[in-house]
């Protein structure tokens, strides 16, 4: 099954979106009444659906043809309940700006100090997803006290390293926002994490300086 959860208030390409519903009866529409974020939209939508296995892909983002097939013959290899894969980053033209190798990460130190992981790559098992391990309501960084939540609670994360997914960067996207991702990295670790605020702002100059590091 495909849900598109639709979370965009000037509904400037809602009718496209009701065109592609009409291709296939295993599509369906969500449409938010007002604007809930990444994060709520995603949750609603894993509420919303039926399988076994959940993925996620955001509207900036592509996957190859192959991408469900192989990480899910992966996933059964590896007998795991959550991966995620390598991706490219490209520009507006499909220049590639850069590559994100995906790694196994089984500790939550793994990923304390670095957003390593590509919501668009991700397969994850849905009985993982409950009112505690879900994406949080922050306007960037919502994905990442997911992927801290899971290993919190001694789950696996593991990598599979192959480009199987392609994330398109613009200046107007939400993810380039570096001012917001400080705010919201705070948030994670404070908020959500219960970090005393030293420990936060420790582990938030961390986040920073690799997230340097990676551009």
């Not at 009718?15 to 529409?29: A, H, L, M, Y």
């Not at 309940?81 to 220049?95: E, G, L, N, Q």
């Not at 100090?113 to 960084?141: E, M, P, R, W």
Request: aromatic residues 10%; contains cysteine; proline residues 0%.
């Amino acid at each position: 099954e495909i849900i598109i959860v639709y979370d965009d208030e000037s509904k400037s390409d809602w009718n496209f979106v009701k065109e592609i519903k009409n291709i296939d009866e295993r599509i369906s529409v969500i449409q938010n009444k007002q604007k809930k974020g990444a994060g709520k939209s995603r949750n609603l939508g894993i509420q919303n659906s039926n399988g076994k296995f959940v993925a996620f892909l955001d509207a900036d983002d592509t996957w190859q043809s192959d991408k469900l097939s192989k990480q899910i013959e992966f996933m059964k290899l590896k007998k795991c309940d959550i991966s995620h894969t390598s991706y490219s980053i490209v520009d507006r033209s499909k220049k590639v700006l850069g590559i994100r190798k995906a790694r196994n990460f089984f500790d939550l130190k793994d990923l304390l100090k670095s957003c390593d992981i590509g919501t668009s790559t991700v397969i994850i098992k849905k009985h993982l997803i409950n009112n505690y391990i879900q994406f949080a309501s922050l306007t960037t960084k919502e994905d990442f006290v997911l992927w801290l939540k899971l290993l919190k609670q001694n789950n696996k994360i593991y990598g599979l390293n192959e480009i199987l997914t392609t994330w398109t960067k613009s200046s107007s996207s939400l993810s380039s926002s570096t001012i917001q991702k400080i705010l919201d990295g705070f948030r994670v670790y404070h908020n959500y994490m219960n970090f005393s605020s030293i420990k936060s702002i420790y582990y938030l100059l961390c986040l920073s300086i690799n997230f340097l590091k990676k551009n």
